[in-house]
Structures are given as C-alpha cells and as structure tokens.
C-alpha cells in the first residue's frame, strides 16, 4: 500500500510563492500517476494538477495554469507543486493523491494524504 505525506504549506501574502511537496513511501512511485487537490472552507474539494507515472504528461485546472507547476522525482518517491502569483482565492488546504488510473477524475485516487494548508492574505 502507498503511504503520502505532504508538507510545504503555510501562509504568504498574494503575489508570493510555496512548493508544496508529497513524500510516497510502499509501492515504487514510478507505477502511478499523482495528482493535487484543494478544498477551501464550505467548497467541495477540486482537481488542481495532475502527473502521469514517469512524469512526461501534465495536466492543470484552468485557475492554476501558468502559475503552478506539478513535478516528480521518482528516485526520491517525492512529488512538487511549485505555486507562483498565489492569490487569496488559492487558499485551501492541499492534498496529494495517487492514481491507477488515467482522468483527472477524484474517483480515479485511490489513496490521499493528510492534506498541508496554503493560506494566501490579500
């Protein structure tokens, strides 16, 4: 089984930067995709980022594209979200998923961590 634990978040004013990183640990994280996900208070979670099994294919949520960037290490077992141009509405907390399958789709992550918080002040 796949364990993830994510860290990184924190609070920064709109405009700054966070990489948010998720550590895998189980099953050789080069066999499934990964992905991030955000919920903010009273909002259902949504897709935010998604990295195929080797990392050559990416894919962005509208909100985000051009201002985050999702990589991997697999040697490291360690997935990134590199958060640039944050803004207030990108406050959430962040969760890290992995996938067997091949959508952007919740439903396609099987396994998730404990999610890290992202706090964006104006």
């Known amino acids: 089984q796949v364990q993830l634990v994510e860290s990184g978040g924190g609070l920064v004013q709109a405009g700054g930067s966070l990489r948010l990183s998720c550590a895998a640990s189980?099953?050789?994280?080069?066999?499934?995709?990964m992905g991030w996900f955000r919920q903010a208070p009273g909002k259902e979670r949504e897709f935010v980022a998604r990295i195929s099994k080797i990392g050559g294919s990416t894919n962005y949520a509208d909100s985000v594209k051009g201002r985050f960037t999702i990589s991997r290490d697999n040697a490291k077992a360690t997935v990134y979200l590199q958060m640039n141009s944050l803004k207030p509405e990108d406050t959430a907390a962040y969760y890290c998923a992995a996938s067997w399958g091949s959508t952007t789709r919740m439903s396609d992550f099987a396994v998730w961590g404990q999610g890290t918080q992202v706090t964006v002040s104006s």
């Open positions: 189980g099953r050789t994280s080069s066999t499934y995709a």
